[in-house]
């Protein structure tokens, strides 16, 4: 689908059934939960890697001031230079791991959704998760993770209001991307956000209800159940793509061999 196309569908987008959404969304997830299940399990162990990157220089950098005086020669004063230089390279760490995770769990969102779309139109399911994290989509990616990010943090810097509205549009992105992986950043960007303006506050409602209730139901069975319902606010989403913007019938029909290789 041509960006065009795209803007041009969101602007003639049919509004949104509250209650019809969150019924398929349970439907569906009675499909795919375990497939949610197991894409968490692999952004968790794609996540364990990065963490550790990030703390290990930190304790080096720890074990050095230790070792090379903490104390200065004029007293019991702790090295003030070793100790900024060590907040700093953390707080650099810190943006550049959460950078990189965010664009990784991005891309293993973005796989969820199409298996999903699979899943509910019945079509041959596909198991290359990684299939964002690869070859031409792979910059494209970190491309959208950085933006995402950057959007939060001003988010953050405006006291943390605007967070409740780039929310919507920063989910609905990654929903654009799995079905419209071929357009740039820039208008991926911009359908998200032309999108989430146009059904903010149903966007927003079914975000809410569905957060809740993955919680809930995941503590009910003895919290480790948030790891098996945490998938379920992914669904909706992808049911507010479905309903407004919907697929083309030649999308539909090479769905089943995309990304396969």
């Known amino acids: 689908m041509t960006s065009n196309k795209l803007f041009e569908r969101i602007e003639n987008s049919a509004s949104l059934d509250f209650g019809a959404v969150f019924n398929k969304s349970i439907e569906l997830f009675k499909k795919v939960w375990l497939q949610g299940f197991i894409h ?10 990065l963490f550790f990157v990030m703390y290990i220089p930190i304790f080096a950098l720890a074990g050095l001031a ?23 390279l953390f707080v650099i760490l810190v943006l550049v791991i959460s950078m990189i995770a965010t664009a990784l769990q991005f891309g293993i969102t973005a796989h969820y959704y199409r298996v999903c779309k699979q899943v509910d139109l019945g079509l041959s399911e596909t ?21 995402s990010f950057g959007i939060v943090l001003l988010a953050i810097l405006l006291c ?8 919507v549009p920063l989910q609905l992105l990654g929903v654009i991307f799995a079905f419209n992986p071929e357009l740039s950043a820039s208008d991926l960007i911009k359908a998200s956000f032309k999108l989430g303006n146009k059904i903010w506050l149903i966007a927003f409602g079914l975000m809410l209800i569905s957060s809740i209730l993955s919680q809930l139901v995941g503590m009910l069975l003895c919290f480790v159940g948030i790891f098996l319902t945490a998938s379920f606010v992914y669904i909706p989403v992808y049911y507010m793509y479905k309903d407004t913007i919907g697929f083309e019938d030649d999308e539909t029909k090479k769905d089943t061999t995309l990304f396969v290789k």
């Open 127 to 147: 198991s290359s998760y990684f299939m964002f994290l690869k070859g031409r989509y792979l910059g494209k990616i970190f491309t959208i993770g950085i933006a």
């Open 66 to 88: 230790g070792l090379e005086g903490s104390y200065n020669e004029y007293g019991d004063y702790p090295s003030e230079e070793l100790s900024v230089g060590i907040v700093i």
């Open 160 to 167: 943390y209001l605007p967070i409740f509205y780039v929310m």
């Open 40 to 49: 968490l399990l692999i952004s968790m162990l794609i996540m364990l890697p």
